[in-house]
Each structure stands twice: as structure tokens, then as C-alpha cells.
């Protein structure tokens, strides 16, 4: 991970999609994530949509 983070010419851009994979890959085994961008959290939108876990925002109201 480490090496394909150093390769990349976009380093967000390929944190986005290694964290995406990894929550794809893991989400059989899990009953949900905790991502702690420390910094980027302006990206976490990008990592739900990659990874197919968002819903639309309607569906959110009154839940938290």
C-alpha cells in the first residue's frame, strides 16, 4: 500500500481509491468502518461513493 501511495502522482486520489477497495473487499467480514482521515476529511464522500455505501440524502433524515 505503501508503494502504490508513493507512485501515484495524486496521492488523494489514490488513498481514495485503496480505502474504497479495502472497505469493498472487507465489507463481507464487517459490520461497518471507522475512517479516520486525519486531514482529509474532505474526502470522505469520495471513499462512501467508491466504496457503494451511500445513499441518498432523503433516506438519512431523522436518523442521527
Same mark, same amino acid.
Given at each position: 500500500?505503501?508503494?502504490?501511495?508513493?507512485?501515484?502522482?495524486?496521492?488523494?486520489?489514490?488513498?481514495?481509491?485503496?480505502? &474504497?477497495? *479495502?472497505?469493498?473487499?472487507?465489507?463481507? /467480514?464487517?459490520?461497518? $468502518?471507522?475512517?479516520?482521515?486525519?486531514?482529509?476529511?474532505?474526502?470522505?464522500?469520495?471513499?462512501?461513493?467508491? &466504496?457503494? *455505501?451511500?445513499?441518498?440524502?432523503?433516506? /438519512?433524515?431523522?436518523? $442521527?
Amino acid at each position: 500500500l505503501i508503494q502504490e501511495v508513493d507512485a501515484a502522482s495524486d496521492k488523494r486520489k489514490k488513498a481514495v481509491e485503496i480505502t &474504497a477497495r *479495502l472497505i469493498r473487499a472487507l465489507r463481507p /467480514m464487517a459490520q461497518g $468502518f471507522h475512517i479516520m482521515p486525519i486531514g482529509w476529511g474532505d474526502l470522505i464522500p469520495e471513499i462512501l461513493e467508491a &466504496a457503494g *455505501l451511500t445513499k441518498p440524502v432523503s433516506s /438519512m433524515r431523522g436518523r $442521527f
